[in-house]
DNA sequence: GCCACCCTATTCAAATTTGAATATAATAAG
DNA sequence: CTTATTATATTCAAATTTGAATAGGGTGGC
């Protein structure tokens, strides 16, 4: 549902082809707050399409390139993105984690093999950390709010995740996995 | 994936049938962390009988109700489920938060309506966050290390996402949504 | 000058998830 | 006593996501 939405969102601004999506969520380093699957963005716009909340501006036609459809929002389309908005911010389901299942198990595997992974795993979320904390520096002064809390928000969950996996990562190294009885501690 | 890895690793404590997979989870609030959908969780169990990991122990007929296939986990399974883990710590997608977009274009909305929402939403993020913090509390001297990080990682990213939701709800009621150029603060 | 890789644009089959339907029994509420 | 809800157990069609295939053109390096 949110890849609908962010195609309506971007349709808003101006027409495009679903290409031309892909490279304006790249750009504004959206592709990290909803995974770009080609596969599922030109599924969402037929979609949209067939629903009449988008349509067809026009089809460029090149002798060596697929075509273009290049399309613009219906006013449809703008009542299904205040609907999709609002359902979104209704439901919460609470925020599934896929890491946890596995730590969670990890105790009965080989803990080098699980220490070295997480070695790596920290220090991809410390770049995540950094990098999620930049692009909110840079766009302070250039987009409204609601984008700038998405960013800022996004920079905590990071940051919070990060904590987390140096914990995890301490208690492995200590061997401590299967311990039962200490309360965790916060650094 | 994390479904298998689940079943997987249930059956390592003793022999079940789906249905009694469900109800562990829920006694544990499993379900809140890795989503629990029956057509999900049949599935998973007919792939991994199917690929050998796990097979059938006994089949419980009886008159009135389906019959019961009580499944155990095979060596092959064993196998699976370290190979699944360390995947599962090895890839790492950035938390994709649909919420994070829905908000992001909530400013072209009526904001009363998204006042509401947010304000609904924060009550259930407060219950989440001290739930979250009961379980913790409760397994501190019940469970190994490892279910507790789970625990308490919970813990803290609801925390998060909860601060995050004050500073949004308090945007929007300011009306400061569509402004530019004032950095986020915290707290 | 050619090899390898990335860009442009889209399509497709296969895997998976969703959401609801099925059918009966037991328990609780009024 | 009757109606509503919850528990038991599984299945299925339809929606969606995934991951890869396609296919020609441009670009940088050696």
Redesign the interface.
Known sequence: ??MK??I??LL?ERDMHPYEITLVMKERSMD????LQMGSLYYAVDKLAEGGHIETVEVIRSPDRPDKTIYRITDKGKEL??Q???Q???K???????????????????QE??AK??E??IR??EH?VNFAYQV?EEH???????????M???Y???L??L??LK??YD?VVAG?????????IDP
Chains 1, 2 share one sequence.
């Open positions: 549902m949110s939405l962010l309506l969102g808003l990290q707050i909803i995974k993105m205040e999709l908005i609002l979104q911010i209704k919460s389901d609470p925020p599934y984690h896929p890491l946890y299942m596995a730590l969670a198990l990890s105790r009965y595997i080989d093999k699980v992974l997480l790596e795993r991809e979320a995540q909110y302070i002064s250039l987009v409204p709010r609601s984008s700038l809390h998405l800022y928000g996004r905590e969950h990071c919070t995740e904590k987390w914990r995890l208690d401590k996995m299967s311990d039962k009885g200490s309360p965790i």
